[in-house]
């Protein structure tokens, strides 16, 4: 085993193809192959699972992995230390349901990191894209939310890929809507008062239930319906047509400006919303500092924010 072969396989994950990877490392696919069967024989296990779709890690290879990446940054932090050599390009990737606070927490993370250079990834995404990308370890870290409604589906789902699911904070459901809106004057609303006007949400794609719906209510019928799979889209169509969505009720005015709105929705629902990680993987040293970075972020948006051991079941 050389630190090459471990960069070869954090390498691969990052670009989540052995083709892809081998343009980045600038080698031949078959010799990047080469390289991975080497370490498979070695260690006697099988790291990617290998299908006409791609690949993805297997359950040794998500644990490997953790290990790899460990010893890897070790060996980096000891070659600057006493060959001067630059830091190394870091790399980190997470996926999220739509929230302005993970996106300021990324944004505030990597102005005080400073880096010289660095290769990181952001995926707004689908819940069950946000899962996969997560049990693949494409991403670390992973955003959704639980609540009374899709909780036994949700965790199921991450105990059955080895996922774990970490509290961040509740919320109560609010909407967001114009603030030109008729209600916008409003503390609270009842949802039958925005029945005439249009319900916007994201879609899901294949994996269109119910559960997997990043707004609560999701199995009310609604008299409008419009589904976006962008955030920008949807605050654009809510401020044209005096839409609405639901939301936790956290809105970053700085990523999202002052004609959007938040209004408290009259309803015993509340959103639970944290992150999900590998169970088979440690966080790298970027991943970690995210987590940190938004709690803070949350914190300073007036939420309370659940400490791990005593969050809710």
Do not use: W
């Not at 009374?148 to 961040?168: A, G, T, Y």
């Not at 994201?202 to 976006?228: A, H, P």
């Not at 500092?289 to 938004?294: C, F, G, I, P």
């Amino acid at each position: 085993m050389t630190l090459q072969q471990l960069r070869y396989i954090l390498t691969i994950v990052s670009c989540g193809s052995i083709s892809e990877a081998a343009k980045k490392l600038f080698i031949s696919q078959p010799s990047l192959s080469s390289a991975v069967k080497e370490i498979e024989q070695e260690f006697g296990i099988e790291i990617f699972l290998r299908s006409p779709k791609g690949i993805v890690l297997s359950n040794d290879g998500a644990e490997f992995l953790s290990y790899a990446r460990q010893v890897v940054e070790q060996a980096e932090l000891l070659e600057q230390r006493y060959t001067n050599q630059q830091p190394s390009k870091k790399l980190f990737s997470i996926s999220t349901q739509h929230y302005a606070f993970a996106v300021q927490a990324f944004v505030s993370l990597l102005k005080e990191m400073n880096m010289a250079e660095y290769e990181c990834t952001l995926r707004e995404t689908r819940t069950y894209e946000i899962i996969e990308d997560v049990r693949n370890l494409r991403s670390e870290v992973g955003i959704l939310y639980l609540s009374d409604f899709n909780r036994k589906v949700i965790q199921k789902l991450l105990s059955e890929n080895h996922l774990r699911f970490h509290p961040l904070f509740q919320a109560d459901a609010h909407v967001f809507i114009s603030s030109e809106h008729p209600l916008a004057g409003r503390d609270e609303v009842d949802i039958e008062e925005l029945d005439d006007y249009p319900c916007l949400a994201f879609e899901q794609g294949d994996y269109n239930s119910f559960y997997f719906s990043e707004e609560m209510l999701s199995t009310r019928t609604y008299k409008k319906k419009i589904l976006v799979s962008d955030r920008a889209t949807l605050f654009n169509t809510l401020i044209g047509l005096n839409g609405y969505t639901i939301s936790s009720g956290v809105l970053n005015k700085d990523l999202n400006g002052e004609q959007i709105k938040s209004v408290r929705l009259r309803t015993e629902e509340k959103m639970q919303v944290g992150y999900i990680t590998n169970q088979k993987a440690s966080l790298s040293q970027l991943a970690s500092a995210y987590v940190q970075k938004l709690r803070s972020v949350i914190k300073d948006f007036g939420h309370a924010v659940i400490n791990e051991e005593d969050g809710l079941k």
